[in-house]
């Protein structure tokens, strides 16, 4: 498949670069999968489609200050660290920038040598493996001294980082946001769950590959970037009793949806405990093993994300959804408004 098929063009200004100071304010575009029909409503009607006995799964990643800005220690030139995946024994995945200035041996310093760290191997995608050094605990050192990794389509400072964050986060390990549960209020959340929906919480820790086009000319070359998940049984337990009861499971993002397909399509359907790294990639032609509808954002041009609701709604629907938005003026990415799949 030409990846090409996936491609629209989208004006600047319609990239979302600050939150709604409310986060239920957004637009909400809702998308029959089997129809194609649209209607047009405000986030907060989205308790009109849900029905007792629903299960919404939601992602509560958290992500990390994980932007940080030091100094060449043999030169004093500034070094930017991104972090992507930890690898054990305070080793560390990063992108760094200019890359050029770090080689395997440079020496990074961050807060007057709070924090240090050494390049210890360049992969081949041109990604730093590097070794931290400090005293104290990593993860409040890094609370001190990094910042939130933006999106590199967001361009204005974010004031209150929370924002960047869902009011269900818990466990810390995400590059990026699962935004699309960004929509969400704790009064809310209560609102829905008073109608007889249930809550499932998943773990998918979001990589910065989330973000990038496919670059590759057809969809069937693409490799997948892998992130790390974890499915309790008490969540299993939710899905699998809402599905055994004809409930509809409906993910909260694109993360949460690939989770739950990662371990379903093992286990003919069931969701398990299970925590594993996946690279599932769902594109036209994917049969899903769970879920039946999806609440997510409005996605980059010929991204694997608008892939994956094109698995779920079909190509032409999703493309004449997103004329549909873009014509009305939807807010779009991660800041942006939100779309469901029913």
């Known amino acids: ?69 030091g100094e060449k220690k043999d030169t004093g030139a500034n070094i930017e660290l991104l972090l992507l995946k930890q690898l054990g024994d305070d080793r560390w995945e990063t992108l760094v920038r200019p890359g050029k200035r770090v080689k395997v041996g440079t020496e990074v310093v961050f807060g007057d040598g709070m924090l240090r760290c050494v390049c210890e191997e360049i992969t081949p995608t041109g990604s730093r493996i590097v070794r931290f050094h400090y005293e104290g605990i990593f993860y409040e050192i890094l609370d001190r001294l990094g910042s939130m990794p933006l999106p590199p389509y967001i361009h204005e400072q974010l004031e209150d980082r929370e924002r960047y964050q ?12 699962p935004t699309a549960g960004l929509h969400f209020t704790k009064e809310y959340l209560e609102k829905i769950e008073s109608k007889g929906v249930t809550l499932a919480y998943i773990t998918l820790h979001v990589g910065l590959g989330t973000f990038r086009p496919v670059e590759a000319d057809t969809i069937e070359d693409h490799v997948m970037h892998a992130e790390y998940y974890e499915v309790t049984q008490e969540s299993a337990n939710i899905v699998n009793q809402a599905k055994a009861a004809g409930k509809r499971v409906i993910a909260v993002g694109t993360t949460s949806c690939r989770t739950l397909e990662t371990i379903a399509r093992e286990h003919n359907g069931q969701l398990v405990e299970q925590s594993g790294w996946t690279d599932i990639f769902i594109y036209p032609g ?41 014509a009305k003026r939807y807010r779009f990415f991660s800041f942006g408004d939100a779309m469901l799949i029913k």
């Open 1 to 69: 498949m030409d990846v090409k098929e996936y491609d629209f063009d989208l004006p600047e200004e319609l990239i979302a670069q600050h939150p709604l100071r409310d986060r239920t304010s957004s637009r909400l575009l809702v998308l029959d999968k089997k129809s194609g029909e649209v209607a047009h409503r405000q986030f907060t009607d989205l308790i009109d489609y849900l029905e007792p006995g629903d299960v919404l799964v939601v992602n509560d990643s958290r992500v990390l200050p994980a932007r940080l800005i």
């Open 286 to 326: 994917y049969t899903f093993s769970l879920i039946n509808g999806l609440v997510t954002n409005f996605h980059l041009p010929k991204s694997t994300l608008v892939m994956l609701i094109s698995a779920l709604a079909g190509r032409e629907h999703v493309m004449n959804a997103y004329a549909e938005a873009i």
């Open 166 to 177: 869902t009011v269900y986060s818990r466990e810390l390990g995400s590059a990026a946001a």
